[in-house]
């Protein structure tokens, strides 16, 4: 942790120190709206995914506007929440091993807490820590809908995992969790909806074997950002996970959009300071790899479409000019991180600006809950 903070609440952004992560209030309040005008009137409900963002700030928000809950991807990024008070929290992953059960039926005394399975040996240990707690816990089974990650393939493993699940007391068998994580990020929407569409398909086939065998399938769960209203009208899906939509990287931005898609706003930057300028076409900043994620590629640069982000190293970033002078010492730039999840991680605090004054610093108090 920094000794020194980039900013305060009052102050003018121009005095933010660098590398700062910054979020434009304006643009984020924006994006949150637009999400829940997105569910509102639909059978479908938002459960935020808090991987984004690491911030019970940011969930209080999603919360108020009417988010379900809130998804979480580590048992210590959960408990973080349940700390600010989140009371709805689904773990999109695996769990295994005693410590984390233990502490998961911890959570589960304080919260609704949930969990996939994608094995028979997962529910086998969720349900000996849970009786040995006292604890209930919704579980939901992971299908593989194409993104060739965790997951029982769609029909007959899904079911035998379902009907174990159900016999599970005290779990609950919740529903099935079908994200196609994948298709978030292919380029074109005829694409994006071809692989929803297979999804879907998988989905509807899986819950419909389940049912048959007597079995009540809730939730169907899954979708992000890149693909959510595709779920939102399939008639099968009746919860999305989306959660880079409130600060949209570029990566995300990257995506060619159809008619149909809500556009998002970016609202997260890496806020940067040119340290040298050793060429006329070419300067350096102080952000680099431990700065921003180039995990999904290198940043963009807001509203400077003549400069290109070249490359990173630990504490550099090389900034190139295809159009006249590079960028003058002192001045200051703002990146658009390729990938926002893993650059939120790399900060302890967010500072929120409205027009040109800093109006909150917010914790990203989850900010390396990784175990």
């Given at each position: 942790m920094s000794p020194w903070k980039a900013a305060q609440p009052g102050d003018p952004l121009s005095r933010v120190d660098t590398p700062a992560l910054v979020l434009d209030l304006d643009a984020f309040e924006r994006n949150?709206?637009?999400?829940?005008?997105?569910?509102?009137?639909?059978?479908?409900?938002?459960?935020?995914?808090?991987?984004?963002?690491?911030?019970?700030?940011?969930?209080?928000?999603?919360?108020?506007?009417?988010?379900?809950?809130?998804?979480?991807q580590k048992v210590s990024e959960a408990?973080?929440?349940?700390?600010?008070?989140?009371?709805?929290?689904?773990?999109?992953?695996?769990?295994?091993?005693?410590?984390?059960?233990?502490?998961?039926?911890?959570?589960?005394?304080?919260?609704?807490?949930?969990?996939?399975?994608?094995?028979?040996?997962?529910?086998?240990?969720?349900?000996s820590a849970a009786r040995a707690a006292q604890a209930a816990l919704d579980v939901y089974v992971e299908v593989d809908v194409g993104s060739g990650r965790c997951g029982v393939p769609p029909g007959l493993a899904a079911i035998r995992l379902a009907e174990l699940a159900a016999d599970s007391s005290p779990l609950r068998f919740a529903g099935l969790h079908c994200y196609h994580g994948r298709a978030q990020h292919l380029r074109t929407p005829a694409e994006r909806a071809a692989a929803i569409t297979y999804a879907v398909v998988?989905?509807?086939?899986?819950?419909?074997?389940?049912?048959?065998?007597?079995?009540?399938?809730?939730?169907?769960?899954?979708?992000?950002?890149?693909?959510f209203m595709h779920e939102r009208d399939s008639g099968v899906f009746n919860e999305?996970?989306?959660?880079?939509?409130?600060?949209?990287?570029?990566?995300?931005?990257?995506?060619?959009?159809s008619s149909r898609d809500i556009v998002f706003e970016h609202a997260l930057f890496v806020?940067?300071?040119?340290?040298?300028?050793?060429?006329?076409?070419?300067?350096?900043?102080?952000?680099?790899?431990?700065?921003?994620?180039?995990?999904s590629g290198m940043p963009g640069i807001w509203q400077r479409p003549e400069l290109r982000y070249l490359k990173a190293a630990?504490?550099?970033?090389?900034?190139?000019?295809?159009?006249?002078a590079a960028p003058a010492l002192g001045?200051?730039?703002?990146?658009?991180?390729?990938?926002?999840?893993?650059?939120?991680?790399?900060?302890?605090?967010?500072?929120?600006?409205?027009?040109?004054?800093?109006?909150?610093?917010?914790?990203?108090?989850?900010?390396?809950?990784?175990?």
């Open positions: 949150l709206q637009r999400m829940a005008d997105a569910v509102r009137g639909s059978k479908v409900r938002l459960r935020a995914h808090a991987k984004s963002h690491k911030c019970p700030e940011i969930a209080r928000r999603q919360l108020a506007l009417g988010a379900t809950g809130i998804c979480c408990a973080v929440f349940v700390d600010a008070g989140v009371e709805d929290i689904l773990i999109t992953n695996q769990v295994v091993g005693d410590a984390k059960l233990v502490r998961l039926m911890a959570l589960a005394k304080r919260a609704r807490m949930g969990v996939l399975v994608d094995h028979p040996a997962q529910l086998h240990a969720l349900a998988a989905a509807a086939e899986t819950r419909a074997a389940i049912e048959a065998r007597g079995i009540p399938v809730p939730i169907v769960t899954g979708a992000g950002t890149g693909t999305i996970q989306a959660g880079s939509y409130i600060f949209m990287d570029r990566d995300y931005a990257d995506n060619q959009r806020r940067s300071t040119v340290m040298s300028r050793p060429s006329a076409l070419r300067a350096v900043v102080d952000a680099g790899l431990k700065a921003s994620s180039v995990d630990d504490e550099h970033g090389l900034i190139g000019s295809e159009q006249g001045e200051t730039l703002m990146l658009i991180p390729g990938h926002c999840d893993p650059t939120v991680n790399l900060y302890d605090e967010l500072v929120c600006y409205r027009g040109e004054t800093v109006e909150a610093v917010w914790p990203i108090a989850a900010r390396g809950a990784l175990l």
